[in-house]
């Protein structure tokens, strides 16, 4: 039972809510990246929680670690060579979507990948792709850990 609500978390919130479905590819790579980047904090608090109870400042300046657009962008290349033509193109249009707000403490182009980055795991969410989600998110915090 556990197992099922952990995969069928997404579709329980619209079953829940009584939401409509989704359909990730009419949305503007910006609103998968909104989504996108909820979705990718929650999984980094649920991991960096998961080491033990500490004050919340510490949880954070450890999630900042993970969820700034450095961090992202590292991530993101080191997942490229593991993404479907589908997801490259999702990723791709995130990037080179031109931001709503200027990159605050961050390159240009860590900004731009984090975007993209993050466009791409909003598409995974809205179609109800979670195991690959989290599989490529794998993949890029294990790419951090060889950097740290």
Not at 91 to 100: E, L
Request: proline share 1%; with cysteine.
């Amino acid at each position: 039972m556990e197992e099922s609500i952990r995969t069928d978390f997404g579709c329980c919130i619209q079953e829940m809510l009584h939401l409509e479905a989704m359909d990730a590819k009419v949305y503007s790579p910006l609103v998968l990246a909104y989504i996108g980047d909820c979705v990718y904090d929650l999984v980094i608090k649920s991991m960096v929680i998961s080491k033990g109870n500490r004050q919340v400042h510490k949880l954070h300046e450890e999630t900042s670690s993970y969820v700034q657009a450095s961090a992202q962008s590292l991530m993101m290349r080191a997942m490229q060579e593991h993404l479907t033509a589908e997801e490259h193109t999702v990723y791709r249009r995130g990037r080179n979507t031109k931001p709503v707000s200027a990159a605050k403490n961050q390159s240009i182009t860590d900004y731009r990948r984090a975007t993209g980055f993050e466009a791409l795991l909003g598409y995974l969410y809205l179609n109800g792709e979670y195991e690959r989600l989290l599989e490529l998110v794998k993949i890029g915090l294990d790419s951090m850990e060889g950097q740290k």
